[in-house]
């Protein structure tokens, strides 16, 4: 088995403090510590587990969560290593209980540790929803767990937006809209958030909305940008008629069409209006 030892800068971003209090509590004999020959400190998650126990009254300004018991300090040494096969098991497991504040931890610590959003995107959350589908499909989970954990994982993300800084101006305006049959509006809700990561003020109409609607839309807020998202068509030609209204409006309006999900592929979606399909957040974030 693994022995998991870390510098002291590694400590301090567990325990939310600067190095220069990581030496202090160690000169103070709170944070015990192994010196290497050449005088450097490395700590044991045992070390920052009694320190956990001991004096967590003292750490007040955690920098990724409170630290309530080891299980905490596990998963915060996990964001700071970047384990995320290990994370995303955390967030399976503890959406399927309907853990939300659990859930939460995770994303808001990745955030706090200064991951990119679309990198918990494309790394954590798409993972573990592909994950979810795979039990579902594979008759390991019911269907309403599969709904309990994946809202629970959407109501994190939903959160997680209340700690992340979204820029007052806006440098352009956009629609998100799911395709109709679609189960899910949740990688819809997490391109609308890259969005507004990156300025945009962003209509989310979720579930589908007619394309009447959508030009109704259109003529009301005038987006340069529409998405669309569809991860589950269960009546192809019914769904490409719709695209296809869709497309026309777009071409009405002059608005630029993305598509991302991997259901878009079962449609015929060239048309001048599409400018790109995004696989990936990451791709969402760069391209917006």
Not at 113 to 131: K, Q, S
Not at 140 to 149: K, V
Not at 197 to 226: D, I, M, W
């Amino acid at each position: 088995m693994e022995i998991k030892q870390f510098n002291s800068i590694e400590a301090a971003k567990i325990l939310g403090v600067n190095v220069s209090t990581i030496k202090r509590w160690t000169e103070e004999g709170k944070l015990e510590c192994i010196k290497t020959a050449g005088g450097h400190r490395k700590f044991l998650m045992a070390h920052l587990g009694d320190y956990v126990k001991k004096y967590n009254h003292d750490a007040v300004k955690v920098h990724l969560f409170p630290l309530e018991d080891e299980n905490d300090l596990e998963i915060s040494y996990h964001i700071v290593k970047g384990d995320f096969n290990v994370l995303i098991d955390h967030v399976i497991r503890r959406a399927l209980e309907s853990k939300l504040d659990k859930v939460q931890q995770v994303l808001n610590g990745l955030y706090l540790a200064d991951y990119p959003l679309y990198e918990i995107y494309d790394r954590l959350v798409t993972p573990a929803l592909h994950r979810f589908g795979e039990m579902w499909v594979g008759g390991d989970l019911s269907i309403i767990e599969e709904h309990f954990g994946s809202q629970t994982i959407r109501d994190s993300i939903i959160r997680l937006q209340g700690i992340i800084k979204i820029p007052a101006e806006k440098t352009g305006r956009a629609i998100c809209l799911n395709l109709s049959g679609e189960l899910h509006d949740i990688a819809l809700r997490m391109a609308a958030n890259i969005l507004e990561l990156k300025g945009y003020q962003v209509y989310f109409s979720g579930q589908y909305t007619s394309a009447t609607k959508v030009e109704q839309g259109f003529e009301r807020f005038k987006p340069q940008r529409l998405y669309i998202s569809s991860t589950w068509i269960e009546n192809v030609p019914q769904t490409q008629e719709e695209m296809n209204r869709i497309l026309e409006v777009c071409e009405q309006h002059g608005v630029d069409v993305y598509l991302g999900g991997q259901a878009i592929q079962l449609l015929q979606i060239e048309h001048p209006r599409i400018k790109n399909y995004l696989r990936s957040f990451q791709e969402a974030y760069f391209t917006a």
